[in-house]
Every structure is written in C-alpha cells, then in structure tokens.
C-alpha cells in the first residue's frame, strides 16, 4: 500500500531529523569539502528516492517534494540556533554555511521550514487531487526569490564574505530551480471567474472614487512608495538629519555590517519601488491583466523580506547596539507589519474582483457580438 504523495513528502522530510543526526556524528566531515560533498549527495540521493518510484506527470512534483526534505533541515537549524535542540546540525555551521548563525539566516531558516514547507505540501496535495496550485505556486516563487537573492547577496558582500565554504555553492541549484518553476507556473491556465461583458464593462467604468478599496490601495502605495525611497536614501548613507535619526533612533539594523538589510533595502529600492509604481497605473486604468499574477509573486517576496527583516532586529543574535531601541519598538514593528500587509490586500483584491483587471479589447469585442 502506497502513502498518498502529501504523507510521503512528510515522511521524507521528517527523515531529516535522523539523517542529521547521523551526519553529525560523522567525523570525517570537518572538513569544508566533505561537507559541500555530502550535501551534494545527499540532494542527489533525495531526487533519485522521489523520482524512481512515482511517475507524476507534473516534474514540480519531485521539486516540492525535495523542497519539503530541504525545509525541514532549515527547522532544524533554526531550532537548534535558538538552542530548542542540539547535535544535529552543528558540523553544517561550523565549516558549510557559518553565516546561518546570524540573526538573518536564522530567520530564513524558520520562513523556510514553516512557510515553504506548508506551500510545498499544499501544492503537492493540489498536484494530486489534479486541482490548480497555480496561485500558490506564485506567491512560493516570490517568497523563495527574494530569499535567495539577499541572502546570497549580503553572504558575498557583508562580513562573512571571507568564510565563503564550498558548501555555499549548494545554494545555486536553489537560484536556478525557481526560474524554471516560475516558467511552468506561469504557463498554467488562469482560474479566473467567468464574467459577462457588461459586468466587466460596468466595473472597468467606475473612476477610481467609486472604488474605495482601490482607493485606500492607491494611499497605502503613495505610502510605501516613499517609505521605500525613504529607506533605500537611509542605507545609501544619505546625509539628511531625517535619515541620520531614522538609522540611528528608529532602525538601527540598517547599519549592521552582515549587509543583509542594506541589500534588502536596495532590492526594494530598484525592483519593489517601481513595481509599486506600476501598481498604481493598474489601480486607476482598467485592463492590466497583469496584476493579479504579479501581486501574487510581490506578496510572496515582501511578506518574506519583512518577516526576515523584522525578526533580525529584534532577534537576540544581532548586536545590541544594531537591535531596534526600546522606545522605537512599536512603530517600528507597525510600520514594518503595515508595509508586509498592503500587498497582500492588493492580491487579495485583485483575485476577489478581477474584473477591472480584464482585457478591455476583450471587453469591448464581446459588446460588439451582443
């Protein structure tokens, strides 16, 4: 008797508990490259276990289900960093990837186990009860991007540039993977709700004060516009007394030298900056069919990079004097939380009532025909 595919990954993935175990006791693995090359085989290992005995028709199968495997190792450096467990991981971080025992990586690691490991399982139940997972897919390409790129990022740049390990090059396959996934996901059909003409014609219609939810989004992204901007001057060393008592009273953490919030604020400079420009245009003029998708896929990246961001600074790992004051506690964590919550409104709104976001040439072809 087979185990349904979502038991199988959990199973899989609770194997990682004893597979570390046993690596950790290994004591041949002092050494950088035996690490990188046990990692390195394991990951192979793991996809030959998947692969041979399924036949799934979907190849995002196996990766879901690796993934699931992958997450689970990053629950237990989490826990163990935070010293919850102990014995398991501890050769990993000693010559792999010594840069996960900051406050970052270990706030990656617990996005990863909870969060990816719950869209990993989701998608794989979707896959086999042939229902879409195209929606979850997005919002996991997102997340996982933006996890990647500033990690791998502030590793090169920040002080930890010098303790690179050959086992930092198992994170390139992880790089790569979500590019190819987000190509299938994207190609999938879209589940959208079916409307009549005069029904997307009336939404397309309303001015944008007809439209209070659209409304009070187009505020919240004005907001975070300037609070991008705002953040993106704090780190490039802006000289403004603004920045200077932003950096210094308000978030301290901008300044720590591992780089990662200064390459998370960059990110959000130069890519998140004009997205929320774009937004706007998609706000006040109808038919940019774009939109839901792509609100999906920035959820996913803002709600990681500020759960990662957030918990850094407030996370015993980080030196105190770059942990957020005291006093500034509660607006830091207001705004922090507030600027993660607006694009998860924006993609709520644009999946619950679509229509605005429909092809107008469409709309206007199918009035033609009545």
């Not at 992958?70 to 010293?83: F, N, P, V, Y």
């Not at 930890?160 to 390990?165: A, L, N, P, T, V």
Request: charged share 15%.
């Amino acid at each position: 008797m087979r185990l349904p595919p979502v038991w199988a990954a959990v199973a899989l993935s609770l194997s990682a508990f004893p597979v570390s175990y046993t690596l950790n006791s290994l004591f041949a693995l002092e050494h950088s490259w035996a690490i990188a090359l046990v990692g390195a085989a394991v990951l192979v290992g793991l996809s030959a276990l998947v692969y041979l005995p399924n036949q799934s028709q979907d190849p995002l199968f196996y990766v879901f289900t690796v993934f699931s495997f992958t997450s689970a190792i990053d629950t237990i450096i989490a826990l163990e960093e935070d010293g919850y467990i102990s014995g398991f991981m501890e050769f990993y971080m000693k010559e792999g990837e010594p840069y996960l025992r900051t406050a970052y990586g270990i706030m990656i690691c617990y996005w990863d186990g909870v969060v990816h490991y719950g869209l990993c399982l989701v998608m794989i139940t979707a896959m086999s009860q042939r229902k879409s997972y195209r929606n979850f897919g997005l919002y996991w390409i997102g997340s996982l991007t933006m996890s990647l790129v500033v990690f791998l990022l502030g590793n090169i740049v920040g002080k930890y540039g010098s303790e690179i390990r050959p086992a930092f090059l198992l994170n390139f396959p992880y790089l790569f993977i979500p590019i190819w996934a987000a190509r299938r996901i994207f190609s999938q059909p879209r589940s959208l709700p079916l409307l009549m003409a005069d029904k997307v014609s009336e939404e397309q219609s309303k001015s944008i004060l007809q439209r209070p939810l659209d409304l009070g989004l187009v505020g919240f992204l004005l907001l975070a516009a300037g609070f991008t901007l705002f953040r993106g001057l704090v780190v490039l060393d802006c000289s403004a007394d603004t920045c200077f008592n932003y950096v210094y009273q308000q978030e301290p953490y901008l300044r720590d030298s591992v780089a990662y919030p200064k390459i998370q604020m960059l990110v959000f400079l130069f890519y998140l900056l004009p997205y929320f420009c774009l937004c706007l245009y998609g706000l006040l003029c109808p038919g940019c069919t774009w939109m839901p998708d792509w609100a999906l896929v920035f959820a996913g990246a803002v709600a990681q990079a500020q759960f990662s961001h957030l918990g850094s600074s407030l996370h015993h790992r980080t030196p105190y004097p770059y942990r957020t004051p005291e006093g500034a506690w509660w607006p830091v964590v207001v705004s922090n939380v507030a600027y993660a919550m607006g694009p998860h409104l924006l993609a709520y709104r644009c999946l619950r009532k679509p229509a605005f976001f429909y092809p107008v040439a469409l709309r206007d072809e199918e009035k033609k025909k009545q």
